[in-house]
């Protein structure tokens, strides 16, 4: 399996399916967490899993391996109150996600925005 497929079937399967079970499967024990809000490690996932809205959807985009590392540009809603943009960055490691790090915004409307655009990759009008 590429790294690739590896973090969107992790990410599917603890995300949407919400099996905890994934967290042994797809992350190392000891997996690096640099986001400041959540814990490195199995733990951190369990408990992020239980604070998770039941209509939290994560959308992927932009996919982009090189070596062991996964990049993937995603809408993400149901993280906070309004819908976000995110740019996860993996590092795998023997088919295991080993470290993780990650940039979020508030996604702004095309109607709002002053190049007039989507700030996601899909879904995108035709230039």
Same mark, same amino acid.
């Given at each position: 399996?590429? *790294?690739k497929?590896?973090? +969107?079937?992790?990410?599917n399967? +603890?995300?949407?399916? !919400? ?9 190392? @024990?000891?997996?690096?967490?640099h ?5 490195? /490690?199995?733990?951190?996932? #369990? #408990? ?6 039941v *209509? %939290? @959807? ?14 993937t540009?995603?809408?993400v809603? /149901?993280?906070?109150? &309004?819908? &976000?943009? &995110?740019v996860?960055? %993996?590092?795998? #490691?023997?088919? @295991? ?5 990650? &940039? ?7 109607? !709002?925005a002053? /190049?007039g655009?989507?700030?996601?990759? %899909?879904?995108? !009008? @035709?230039?």
């Open positions: 399996m590429k *790294n497929e590896i973090v +969107l079937k992790a990410m399967d +603890l995300f949407h399916e !919400k099996d905890s079970s994934a967290i042994e499967r797809y992350w190392q @024990k000891d997996y690096i967490q986001n400041p809000t959540m814990a490195n /490690g199995h733990e951190g996932l #369990k #408990k992020l899993l239980t604070l998770l809205d *209509n %939290f @959807k994560w959308e992927p985009g932009i996919i982009v391996e090189e070596n062991d590392i996964v990049i540009h995603s809408l809603n /149901g993280w906070g109150t &309004v819908p &976000v943009i &995110v996860d960055i %993996f590092r795998i #490691k023997e088919g @295991k996600i080993v470290e993780h790090w990650d &940039v979020v915004q508030e996604e702004t409307p095309p109607s !709002k002053v /190049g655009n989507l700030m996601t990759s %899909f879904n995108q !009008k @035709k230039i």
